[in-house]
């Protein structure tokens, strides 16, 4: 069985996360193929680009309904980038357009007068202790691109805040969903820490 399954849904250059984990010393598979993505232990959902283009390319696989099966299954699920902004109802970018619903909330562009996309090295205010925190220091420094942020409906499922012209959800928890803004395959040994707190995150018992 694949411990870590990185979803390849046609969308950016999703190489680097699966090296990135394989740096890390967790053995992890990029995949499209539903027989192994049903399988894994757990499931990374990757984003570059634009969300809606991002959307329909998972849909258009049917890999949008695989991944809320897994979810409903207990299976851990990380976002990254955009995949984490997929994982809430919806974004105004080009739209609005839904995302895939599994947490409370929207995916909003940064205020007027921000230099966008926001690109660089920003820290991570933890809010609240979490396993994916594990040996990582409180206000660390991860690498971020993009133009627009998660406004979550839930304040309980931000664990991790950054300020950027205003105070956004950078990484959130809801059981056995995950989602982080930032970019851990480019954050250096922090993000490949981060990526390791993940892969030791038991599963959900099967509901």
């Not at 258009?60 to 207990?74: A, P």
């Not at 839904?98 to 966008?116: N, Y």
Request: aromatic fraction near 10%; include cysteine.
């Amino acid at each position: 069985m694949t411990r870590v399954a990185i979803i390849d849904y046609g969308v950016g250059n999703l190489r680097s996360v699966e090296k990135a984990f394989q740096a890390a010393g967790c053995a992890a598979l990029l995949s499209g193929d539903e027989r192994v993505l049903r399988e894994a232990e757990r499931l990374v959902l990757p984003g570059v680009g634009a969300f809606g283009a991002c959307m329909r390319a998972l849909q258009e696989r049917g890999l949008d309904r695989l991944v809320k099966e897994r979810v409903e299954q207990g299976v851990p699920l990380l976002g990254v980038c955009v995949g984490m902004q997929m994982l809430f109802e919806s974004s105004e970018e080009f739209g609005p357009v839904a995302g895939l619903g599994l947490l409370r909330g929207h995916v909003r562009r940064f205020a007027e007068g921000l230099r966008v996309p926001q690109v660089g090295w920003n820290q991570v205010h933890q809010r609240a202790p979490h396993p994916l925190f594990d040996c990582i220091e409180d206000d660390a420094f991860f690498y971020f691109v993009h133009s627009y942020y998660c406004d979550a409906a839930d304040e309980e499922d931000i664990i991790g805040e950054t300020e950027y012209g205003t105070r956004y959800a950078s990484v959130v928890a809801r059981g056995n969903i995950y989602g982080v803004q930032f970019h851990p395959e480019k954050s250096q040994a922090v993000g490949l820490r981060l990526l390791l707190n993940f892969a030791a995150i038991a599963p959900e018992p099967v509901r």
